[in-house]
């Protein structure tokens, strides 16, 4: 199986000098189509950090990240359009308030086609697919402000997969909801990875949440102490 | 989609209102525009009316209005005499308050030669044009004489019979035009009262030992009647072909006086009298413009700063910068173009109350719209800078 995300002794150190925290102490991960994986750590520990420099959101200290066959850093970033990439190749949902408060769930879920330059009518209609997906269509032209937490994380999930993203971040997706609720969205979240072959990575504190999937990574202090 | 109006439209009565306090604001920006312009306006609106050729006045004097000037009424005479002078009118104006139509007015004088013609109204709104030497008027309407009313001044009645709408003094106050020799009486007679005080203090200074019988006094003072035979300028029509310089030249060179073209005129109030009240309301013009475009910028920030978050969440969905910029720049000239409609709306259906001039011109309008929507995207600079430098992390944050 092809491999959509491959890290390799990534290294992150935030500060320098006394107040050097070495976040993540070199790294080593590969995720393929399809594989819904866990990452599991005490606070502290350097999810976040991971998952903002496989975003690449931050700029690794050392090592190497590759997304979909491109190598897009290697010591330093390499001559790619990370925007870009971050549009076309990955969804985002976190814990909470991950939507923009003054656009209505579907205009939600529009934005990153609208940013991708699809087509009106084309948007809408894959909006629309999303929402039904998600189940939670008839919310459609709700504001963030008048649906339930649970229901934004689902819109927030169609949003991720607008584009049809190789790869899905989530952050403590069901932090801010109940256990019943959270169910619901890791459900939701194998279903894709199942469903529509996207690679998703998943952190999370919650040791129940993780039942189903393929592989779990536990971080400790910046490694990776165990997989399964 | 646009996310400037998605934004506003969430808070769309804020907006109104955020758009209606700076529209009062704009309204006081143009109607600061409308009195500076008022103000040159009716500063030189009566040598723009007069407009002679040539101002003859008194020596070193940049009279008639922006200085005084006074000289012998039968100099006229002699500027006639100058090669080139097709005509030369006396000229008289002096600024007074009397009791007329049932109230103390302030207005403004005007004698002229009322069979040249020079120095008389323009354009008459109702009504014909001095035709006596005596006892008629042509009366600016906000004198409130209607056509045909007499009206009592100094001590004679005069009869109203043309009315003008345009032209003021240079305080903009009205223009009462009179007849040469009767606003000379007017302006320099002393009442009846005062003649009688006058002889009795002249009489009682010659009749003294040694110095003037009463009988010899009163002969004297017979003779000493008060000379109202003066005027402030002559205002002069060339012949056809003459050269306004060379007749001034003429002029200054053989009667001793000073003697301006109407832009010269016009100049010499310009730079002088006008001057620093001008200079005073331009720089409060230009004051108020930078306090609107300051409050847009604050308002524009704060609007900023309420959305940083989805700003953050934009980024790390991957949206290019430029989305983001339109979003706070369109915002930003909305802003501002609602602003100044507002403003625009009020100043021009308020302007003709108040109690001066306040003369709105589209030229001042767009240049004002001009600098404001420049002002916006200034304004809007700030907001951008914070929202290009909030990293996209911040959208992980659980705040
Ligand atoms: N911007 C930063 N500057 C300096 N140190 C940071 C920064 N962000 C994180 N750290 C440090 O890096 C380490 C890893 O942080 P990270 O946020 O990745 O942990 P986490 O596993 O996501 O924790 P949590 O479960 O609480 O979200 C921590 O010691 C943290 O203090
Ligand atoms: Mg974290």
Known sequence: ?228 | MDLAIRDIRQHLGRFLATVVGIGLLFAIVLSMNGIYRGFVFEGLSLINITDPDLWVVERYRGGPINEQSILPEFFHYSVAAIPGVEKASPFILYPVERYVAGKSRRFTIIGYDVFTGLGGPKKLAAGRPITQAHYEAVAHENLSLRLGENFRLGLHTYTVVGLTKEGTSPDGEPLLYLSLPDAQEVIFLPDNEEVRNQRLRVYQSLVRPGFFSPQEAEKYLSRDAIDTHRINAVLVRLAPGAQAQEVARSIRDYLYLSVFTTPEQIDIMFKGRLNRPRMQLYLFRILLLIVCVVIIAMVVFTLTMEKIRSIAVMKLIGSPNRVIIRLIMEQSILLTACSYLIGWIIIHNTHQLWPRLVLLTPGDDLTTLGLALVGGIIASLLGIWKALKTPPALALGEQ
């Open chain 1, 1 to 228: 199986m092809a491999a959509v995300l491959k890290v390799e002794n990534l290294k992150k150190t935030y500060g320098s000098g006394r107040l050097a925290v070495e976040a993540l102490k070199g790294i080593d991960l590969t995720v393929n189509a399809g594989d819904l994986v866990a990452l599991l750590g005490p606070s502290g520990s350097g999810k976040t950090t991971l998952l903002l420099c496989v975003s690449l959101i931050l700029e690794p200290t050392a090592g190497k990240i590759s997304l979909d066959g491109e190598t897009l850093f290697d010591h330093g970033w390499q001559n790619v359009d990370i925007r870009q990439v971050r549009l076309q190749k990955i969804g985002f949902i976190f814990q909470a308030r991950n939507l923009i408060p003054f656009l209505t769930a579907m205009e939600n879920v529009i934005l990153p086609l609208d940013l991708m330059g699809v087509e009106r009518a084309e948007a809408v209609r894959r909006a629309r697919e999303l929402l039904e997906y998600m189940e939670i269509s008839e919310r459609a032209d709700y504001l963030p402000a008048l649906m339930s937490g649970g229901e934004q994380q689902r819109v927030a999930i169609a949003r991720a997969l607008a584009g049809s993203p190789k790869l899905v971040l989530a952050d403590e997706p069901t932090g801010a909801l109940d256990s019943v609720r959270g169910m619901k969205v890791m459900e939701l979240l194998k279903s894709i990875a199942r469903e529509k072959q996207t690679a998703v990575i998943c952190v999370t504190h919650d040791e129940r949440m993780i039942e189903g999937f393929d592989s779990i990574f536990r971080l400790k202090d910046g490694q990776i102490m165990l997989d399964t």
